[in-house]
């Protein structure tokens, strides 16, 4: 009986001894397996699991691991390069980095999901991210051509599927109405038209929308002053285009100085 007894409390002080031996070399092999991780994560963002996973939940295909090149800004007429790779420029300042990319046949990539600088985009940004996103994307193509100081398209064109990008880059950084904004709406209209077949109208609202949710302004149509506003015989348009744009009552005028079909100036005021 006595002998029984230590053999018990012996093999209970075995089995005791080796499950925490076991405990140890478990949570050693978990800890081993975090510092692999984090490790990882931190030397090479690229290859992380668990960036692959984050990647994963967000379901975000803006990536240049998925080419879906639902975006191609193009030349205008085979030339201009320049032009095109403002407009990449544009789309990397609206987002605050070197995120966009532009192969040889005009086809836009975006490869912020992988780096995880997602994150560090304001609201604002976001939306800008969003559209370009959305256009990059889709299924169906939206080609625009980028042209730079054209005579016959004021910012954009919802018919000839062009955005003159030294008009957009005249509207600046102001908060309040900006080349962001302003191109953000080009790219949504030209998506809109050219991937769900809206009419001018309705791909025009879709633009006012997004360029809402990037300024905090709504567009009030048909209550800026237009002056001195004419077309000479080739059809160029000189003079003062106003629009005023307000958020919650407080009013601007946005004044685009155009001549002969550029925009050469912006001014903003306060209307109250
Ligand atoms: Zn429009």
Redesign the pocket.
Known sequence: MFIAFNFKRAELFNTILDLGLRCIVLIINVLVFIVFVAFLSFTNPEISPLNKISYIYKEDICSDEVFLYGLILKEKDGKGREAVEKAIHLINEGLNGNYAFLDEKGRVSLSLAKKKAKKRLTGRQKVFYDVICEAINSKKSTVISISEGSEFVI??S?DDQEIDISDVNNYGTDKRVNKFSVFA??IK?QYSKQTKGKN?NS??RA??VVEEKITGYSRLDGLGANTHTEQDERGRVSGNLNTVFEKSNHRIEVCAEILNGNIVDITLTNQN
């Open positions: 910012i954009g919802y709406h080009e209209e001018w791909a025009h633009g006012l």
